[in-house]
Each structure stands twice: as C-alpha cells, then as structure tokens.
C-alpha cells in the first residue's frame, strides 16, 4: 500500500465531477490491506501519524513525507487520533490504550483494555475509548497519565464518537438515538432521537458539525439530518437525490477549511471548500 498525500489550496478548484488536487509526494507502507486507510492514521497541522509495515506506528513530516519516528504498536490498528501534543492509538491484538509523544514517539503511557475495545475520542483532558460494535463498556481515562476514571455499567453500542468541545457525542447505529455527555462522569447533557438509523459501516464517518454548534448526523437510508446542539428536535438538512450510502470520505482540516482524501473510486463525491466548509453534492464525510 502506498500512501499519498494530497495537498489543497485554501478553495479547492472545482468542476465536473472532480476535485483537483496536486500529489506532493509518496511514501510506501509495506503491507497490505485497509488498516492505514481508515482507522490507521491521523493528521495533525505539520506531521501525520501512520501504521505501516503491519506493526508500527510511524510519524511522517507531511512537508515532504520523511520518517519522523518510528514506534512498536501492534496490527491493524482499531483507531489512531491526535490530541494536541500527543498520539492515542488502540492495536487489534494488544488489548491496551496506548499514549505517545506526538514529536518524538515516546511512548507516555498505557492502560489496559477489555478485548475487543475500539474507539478512541479525546474532550475535557479525557480519553475515551469503548462502544465499538457494543463489544465493550465505555471506558474514561486522564489524558495526562492515563490514570482510569470511570468506566459505564454494561457494554455500549455506538458509531465513532466525536468530541464537540468539552464534550463528546454518541449515536446508537440501530435505534437513531444520540447522547452528548460529559466525558468526565459519563453523564448525559442532552440527547436526540432520529426518526431512523444512522451509519454504522467502521469507515463511514457519521457526524460533521458546522458553525453555531450545528450538528450533521448521516443516516443509513442516505439523508443527512441537521440539529442545534442545544435543542433535542432534528430536521431533514438534505435527502439527496440518488442513494449516497456507498460513498465513504475521509476529511481532514486544511487552511480553514475541510478537503477530502479518499473516495469512492467508482463516484467521487463534488466537494468545495465555501466560507470555511465544506459542502458536497453527495455523501458527506
């Protein structure tokens, strides 16, 4: 596999059914498979974190994709995400949270895990990891030293969570229902009921919020539902007008605005990047 890095200008050009972008440079991860394309990297403003060669994680100088660091991890990585100066990343066969120094790739610390423990979400200097595929409790650990906090009384269900400032936001993929909570006692601040399921495919994102904490939540049927953070009742933002459920994106903050870096080889999503979001014709990301 190889991983290239496309590299945007604050307004994408756009036309046709393509987004242009121009390929600065290429770096091969010798192993196969899809492990670094969804779950196995993440991006920060000048450095990207990357699993390669089946074990390792590595970071790459996203100036001109040289070798960083070069750290022991594990195999095909359940998540990796960044939060501020530091790497957070779960290994399908070592049951661990593990915690790396963002610049140098020392490992910080590790807390152990349940088997079977996926996602990853950081809010309020704390970790929060669980609820992947509803295999395991939610569990909350200190960001600083991974000193384990509290941990939910039965198994939980949800997508890929996503912190919205201090705090973090849940969906069950099968009943529709969203929960904001705080992530330092797991209690619920507000909560959502779709009127039908949301995406619940491990390399669909399913949230995306807008300015005025102004929430997006794709649904499994297609339509994409907009909410205020601050009120429970949701409503239709946009029903496209052919099915967009086989059209995952990956999106990554670039100059004020979001760019895509993947998509469907067969229908690539219009994008542009507009006063600071994105909008597209399909599928959001």
Request: aromatic fraction near 10%; hydrophobic fraction near 40%; include cysteine.
């Amino acid at each position: 596999m190889t991983l290239r890095i496309n590299i945007a200008t604050r307004f994408s050009v756009w036309f046709a059914r393509w987004v242009i972008f121009e390929a600065r440079w290429r770096r091969q991860l010798h192993q196969h498979g899809s492990s670094s394309a969804f779950g196995g990297w993440a991006a920060a403003p000048d450095l990207i974190v990357v699993h390669e060669r089946s074990t390792r994680l590595v970071g790459v100088d996203l100036r001109d994709g040289a070798t960083v660091w070069d750290a022991p991890f594990g195999t095909w990585p359940r998540a990796v995400v960044i939060v501020g100066d530091r790497c957070l990343g779960i290994a399908q066969n070592i049951p661990q949270l593990v915690c790396f120094d963002l610049s140098s790739g020392q490992r910080l610390w590790s807390a152990d895990l349940p088997g079977f423990t996926g996602h990853i979400v950081s809010a309020g200097g704390v970790v929060l990891v669980g609820g992947w595929r509803g295999y395991t409790p939610l569990m909350a650990f200190d960001l600083r030293d991974g000193a384990p906090l509290w941990r939910s009384p039965g198994r939980v269900t949800t997508v890929a969570p996503m912190a919205v400032g201090a705090q973090v936001l849940l969906a069950d993929p099968a009943t529709g229902e969203i929960r904001l909570i705080d992530p330092r006692d797991g209690s619920q601040v507000n909560a959502w009921s779709l009127p039908e399921p949301v995406v619940s495919d491990d390399s669909r994102t399913v949230f995306a919020t807008l300015e005025a904490r102004r929430l997006l939540v794709a649904s499994a049927l297609g339509a994409q539902w907009k909410s205020i953070l601050r009120h429970p009742a949701p409503a239709c933002f946009q029903r496209p007008e052919r099915d967009c459920r086989e059209r995952p994106s990956s999106w990554v903050a670039s100059s004020g605005c979001l760019r895509p870096t993947a998509w469907s080889r067969s229908s690539p999503t219009q994008a542009r990047c507009v006063s600071g979001y994105t909008s597209t014709t399909g599928w959001w990301g």
